[in-house]
Nanobody, 123 residues
């Protein structure tokens, strides 16, 4: 079972930037698409960004398009989420996970979740 460790969250002012990192255990990472998700209390977890295993296909949710960038390093089994021009509505716990492209996009059939990293955007 793959385990995920997310890091890089924190408190940032509106308009600021953060870079989140995700490290996956095991050797499956390079063969799978990776997704960044976020969740606020009382709401379902939602996909923020996805990147195919080879890095050729990307997908972003509408609220973050043009502000967030997903990347990955298959040699290190890591993924990053560069977040710019952060807004208060970006406040959430952010998670990563891997799976087939369709699974990552739909958030279904994914492996177990890590602890996530809290991002708080506030002045």
């Amino acid at each position: 079972q793959v385990q995920f460790v997310e890091s890089g969250g924190g408190l940032v002012q509106p308009g600021g930037s953060l870079t989140l990192s995700c490290t996956a255990s095991g050797s499956l990472f390079r063969f799978k698409a990776v997704g960044w998700y976020r969740q606020v209390p009382g709401k379902q977890r939602e996909l923020v960004a996805a990147l195919s295993n080879g890095g050729r296909a990307e997908s972003y949710s509408d609220p973050v398009k043009g502000r967030f960038t997903i990347s990955r390093d298959n040699a290190k089994s890591t993924a990053q989420l560069q977040m710019n021009n952060l807004k208060p509505e970006d406040t959430a716990v952010y998670y990563c996970n891997i799976g087939l492209w369709e699974e990552v996009l739909g958030g279904n059939g994914l492996d177990s979740w890590g602890q996530g990293t809290q991002v708080t955007v506030s002045s």
